[in-house]
């Protein structure tokens, strides 16, 4: 049996690009059962797509198994808008059966309201100047591709996956402090907006803590860190690695569930989209 979640959050899976981990994620999603799907932005590259990138069969059968968990275990799939995949503008918002296509979205659980969204938002770069973005954006794919080359030495030699991306992210200061930013300016989104946390994606670092009281959890992606958050059913959140799951272990409904905090037991579970837009100042690296 399927170990069961009420929500899965997945985000940044760049379909369309060659380091998109699509077959990693459709087995991930074939492990898990969940209420709730959401894809939070940058699913599909636009980006790529529009220049170098290509749509293989392995990137269909993402929204082949995303159709399946709608009609098999009528799972509610809520898309939300990324900068990568920023063509949905064009259809915001969207609702066909269970699935919504949408910018945004509030999450109330077990007594606890979270608001979720991309986090492109907080970015700068890819809001008010987009050409330096796609610069950015085609120096981040050349770092992926020597990735992938290191690391097909190091599997040929039995060595452990690297990511060298993270490794130049973790080395360089302005990219560091950027990070710790970030995730603070999007902490005092959450607070303005009364919520009590805040869960985004956009930059491929997952993360669950605490800031100033808030809730702050990220679901990093599925190029390089492969990672998803997950809320069991007494609305503890946790960060799942894909490469920590043992798949030849049997599924279990009683599967030990690490909670990232401890939340009280309510029993309403509602979405809604948020009411209003509040203007933080935006912040420059």
Not at 62 to 70: S, V
Not at 125 to 131: A, P, V
Not at 146 to 160: D, E, M, V
Not at 263 to 273: D, G, M, W
Request: net charge positive; with cysteine.
């Amino acid at each position: 049996m399927k170990t069961q979640f009420k929500t899965i959050v997945v985000s940044d899976i760049h379909l369309g690009t060659k380091g998109s981990k699509a077959k990693e994620v459709v087995r991930f999603l074939k492990k898990y059962r969940c209420e709730n799907l959401i894809l939070n932005g940058d699913i599909i590259d636009g980006w790529q797509l529009k220049k170098s990138g290509s749509w293989k069969r392995k990137h269909t059968r993402f929204f082949n198994r995303i159709l399946k968990m709608i009609d098999s275990d009528n799972t509610k799939v809520y898309y939300l808008r990324g900068n990568h995949d920023d063509f949905l503008d064009q259809v915001l918002p969207l609702k066909v059966g269970n699935l919504s296509i949408q910018k945004d979205m509030m999450y109330e659980s077990h007594g606890k309201k979270y608001y979720i969204l991309h986090g492109d938002v907080f970015d700068s770069i890819t809001t008010n100047l987009r050409w330096i973005a796609y610069l950015g954006d085609i120096g981040y794919t050349f770092l992926l591709w020597l990735n992938r080359q290191i690391n097909s030495y190091r599997q040929k030699r039995g060595l452990p996956y690297y990511s060298l991306s993270q490794y130049v992210k973790g080395k360089v200061k302005s990219a560091v402090s950027y990070i710790d930013k970030y995730e603070e300016e999007l902490a005092k989104m959450a607070k303005a907006k009364g919520c009590d946390g805040i869960i985004c994606g956009h930059i491929h670092k997952a993360e669950a803590r605490m800031i100033d009281g808030i809730h702050y959890l990220n679901s990093g992606d599925w190029v390089e860190t492969m990672s998803a958050l997950a809320e069991d059913h007494e609305g503890n959140w946790q960060l799942i690695h894909y490469n920590e799951i043992d798949f030849a272990k049997p599924n279990s409904d009683h599967d030990k569930i690490i909670p990232i905090q401890d939340h009280q037991a309510y029993s309403a579970v509602s979405f809604q989209k948020p009411n209003e837009d509040i203007e933080l100042p935006p912040f420059r690296f």
